[in-house]
């Protein structure tokens, strides 16, 4: 199945996916994040319906996506002995509902995550070799839904000179986070399956 096609979309609809695990992840003292709530209330209208809500897509994120197929082949390039096959959607082997789109499997026990991003996001993620949150949470739900032992994350800006157009990073997967993902998005799945329940009951309460 490719990626971005209409039944891409179709069998992620309603899904806990790896790219919005840091919404399922966000809380705070008092109870759920505000973007833990709007996901939650996202994959209900997704189930209840059938369809996904048409998401605004801008200049950089299209840029982003033209740009992937070049930054793979830049990552191949660069790395020794890569072998690097793309993938559409990979469920969860246990957790029905949720699953990943790695940008591609490498070799037998590794995965590729590519970012795009802005100039200066890209040059602040040359010069630090941090990474944000959300990665570490996307990467690992990839590692989850596949069984792979590393990823690899890539940022790419082909704008920018040779020596500094490429970013790499290679995150082991960390079995102690792994768990909490599983027990926060089983969790969370739980919770959407409750709230789901209630709201079919309005219908017979008239």
Not at 73 to 92: K, P, S, W
Not at 117 to 133: A, I, M, Q, S
Request: some cysteine; overall charge neutral; aromatic content about 8%.
């Amino acid at each position: 199945m490719e990626q971005r096609t209409e039944a891409w979309f179709a069998a992620r609809s309603g899904k806990v996916t790896a790219s919005k695990l840091a919404e399922v992840m966000a809380k705070v003292k008092t109870g759920d994040a505000a973007t833990r709530k709007k996901y939650r209330a996202e994959l209900i209208c997704q189930r209840l319906t059938g369809k996904r809500e048409d998401t605004f897509v801008t200049l950089d994120m299209k840029h982003g996506t033209a740009l992937e197929p070049v930054a793979r082949e830049a990552y191949i390039l660069r790395e020794f002995a890569v072998e690097v096959t793309e993938v559409g959607l990979v469920d969860h082997p246990t957790i029905e509902g949720f699953a990943a789109s790695p940008d591609g499997l490498v070799n037998d026990d590794g995965l590729i995550e590519i970012k795009c991003p802005k100039t200066w996001t890209h040059l602040k993620t040359l010069r630090t070799g941090e990474l944000k949150r959300e990665y570490f949470l996307q990467m690992h739900a990839q590692m989850l839904c596949t069984g792979r032992k590393w990823c690899d994350f890539v940022s790419f800006d082909n704008r920018l000179p040779p020596e500094l157009a490429y970013f790499k990073k290679r995150i082991h997967f960390d079995e102690a986070l792994g768990k909490e993902i599983e027990t926060e998005v089983r969790q969370f799945l739980q919770e959407l399956e409750r709230e789901i329940a209630e709201i079919k009951t309005y219908g017979r309460a008239a």
